[in-house]
Every structure is written in structure tokens, then in C-alpha cells.
């Protein structure tokens, strides 16, 4: 099966990257297109390095998406997000990066992500971004879901 989806992480002793690495996403057929049905990862442990101190900045990030024809491989996407680890961006970059990345791998019909990072100087800092295919109902969706975001997350 690992070798008809063309899936080479899983199952293979992991090698994690020191640096942003978005060629290890890798994607799997989704055996259920025509169903809106979400997936979820949550990811509590992602660090990267703040780009102007080299600082490391803690968060968990959540990565919610109505699949289209592609679905994103788990053990791809954790060595992807662990290979932000000595990245310096700033978080609201990375939580687009991620989205944009995932957007461009799997062209799913929805997503969102949401980076919930630790306070840092006191003040915590929860970037939102979010991407509707367009010309769909999921376009519009997006839309809407950014326009009644709340700010403060449960």
C-alpha cells in the first residue's frame, strides 16, 4: 500500500531535518471526495526560533481541513512541522507558511490553522489563517469563518 501511494516516511526510520522542509509532506489518495467530513491534527509541541533573538517560541499548533481528492500523510506532516524547529519566522508567518504549504500539497476544499503559542514578554499571540477553494462554497465558507473568528480560543 506504502508503495502505490508513493508514501516514502512511513514506515522508515525517521531523519529529522534541521531546517524548514516542505519537500517531506507527502500526500495519500482520499477514498471519500464527494463527503465534506473534517480532519483535525493537533500538534502541541511546535517550536520555531524567533528571527530577530533566535529565541525559541512554543505553541501547539491545530491544522483542521475538509480533504478534497489528497489527504496529507501524519508522519510527513510532523517531520514537516518539527523541521521548523531552527526556522526563525515570526508566528504569524509560520501559521500562513503551514497553511500555504498544505494548500499547495494537497488543494484541499477548506482549511485553518490556528497557532496557539505560549506567552512570550507576557503577551500570547494566536494567529488565524484560513483558505476556501475558489469559486466554491467553500470560498465563501472561509470567508465567514474568518469574519466571526473568535479571538480568545477556548
Same mark, same amino acid.
Given at each position: ?14 531523519? %529529522? ?15 471519500? /471526495? ?5 480532519? +483535525? ?13 533566535? +529565541? /525559541?517560541?512554543?505553541?501547539? #499548533?491545530? #491544522?483542521?481541513? @475538509? ?37 499547495? @500539497? ?8 490556528? $497557532? ?11 494567529? %488565524? ?5 475558489? $469559486? ?7 470567508? +465567514?469563518?474568518? @469574519? ?7
Amino acid at each position: 500500500m506504502r508503495e502505490q501511494e508513493n508514501l516514502n516516511a512511513l514506515g522508515r526510520k525517521t531523519e %529529522y531535518l534541521s531546517d524548514y522542509a516542505p519537500e517531506v509532506l507527502e500526500t495519500f489518495v482520499n477514498k471519500h /471526495p464527494d463527503n465534506d467530513y473534517w480532519v +483535525q491534527f493537533n500538534c502541541p509541541e511546535f517550536t520555531s526560533l524567533c528571527p530577530i533573538t533566535g +529565541q /525559541p517560541d512554543f505553541a501547539e #499548533i491545530r #491544522i483542521m481541513y @475538509l480533504p478534497g481528492e489528497r489527504m496529507v500523510e501524519s508522519k510527513s506532516l510532523k517531520l514537516y512541522l518539527f523541521s521548523f524547529r531552527n526556522h526563525g519566522d515570526f508566528h504569524e508567518d509560520c501559521v500562513n507558511v503551514i497553511m500555504k504549504d498544505l494548500v499547495r @500539497l494537497m488543494a484541499p476544499k477548506y482549511i485553518e490553522v490556528v $497557532g496557539i503559542f505560549t506567552p512570550r514578554g507576557g503577551i500570547s499571540i494566536y494567529p %488565524y489563517a484560513n483558505y476556501g477553494r475558489p $469559486g466554491t462554497k467553500y470560498e465563501a465558507m472561509a470567508e +465567514q469563518r474568518l @469574519l466571526a473568528h473568535e479571538a480568545v480560543l477556548r
